[in-house]
Nanobody, 115 residues
Framework: QVQLVESGGGLVQPGGSLRLSCAAS????????MGWYRQAPGKQREMVAYIPAGGSTNYANSVKGRFTISRDNAKNMVYLQMNSLKPEDTAVYYCKANYLGFDYWGQGTQVTVSS
């Protein structure tokens, strides 16, 4: 199993930045894919970005050029740097790990972009 804990959400003005963090309970070197998803009120959960263990990063078109996903294998952490935030980025952001064929989710962290 994998436990995931997100942090770093909050209220930010349009154009601002936030960095989300996801702490994993086990070595992320053993985890196939780590990713960030988000769910806005009344909408389905959607992929934001993901990073395979040994592959390149992938992003939703809506965040390309603004968000950056990264991982620190030594700390078992995954990050999502979010720049140039827009009101439509408002959502609960979830960290996900795919480990041995199963998906594990964190509890989510709220990001609100508003003036």
């Amino acid at each position: 199993q994998v436990q995931l804990v997100e942090s770093g959400g909050g209220l930010v003005q349009p154009g601002g930045s936030l960095r989300l963090s996801c702490a994993a309970s086990r070595s992320i070197l053993s985890i196939n894919v780590m990713g960030w998803y988000r769910q806005a009120p009344g909408k389905q959960r959607e992929m934001v970005a993901y990073i395979p263990a040994g592959g390149s990063t992938n992003y939703a078109n809506s965040v390309k050029g603004r968000f950056t996903i990264s991982r620190d294998n030594a700390k078992n952490m995954v990050y999502l740097q979010m720049n140039s935030l827009k009101p439509e980025d408002t959502a609960v952001y979830y960290c996900k790990a795919n480990y041995l064929g199963f998906d594990y989710w964190g509890q989510g962290t709220q990001v609100t972009v508003s003036s």
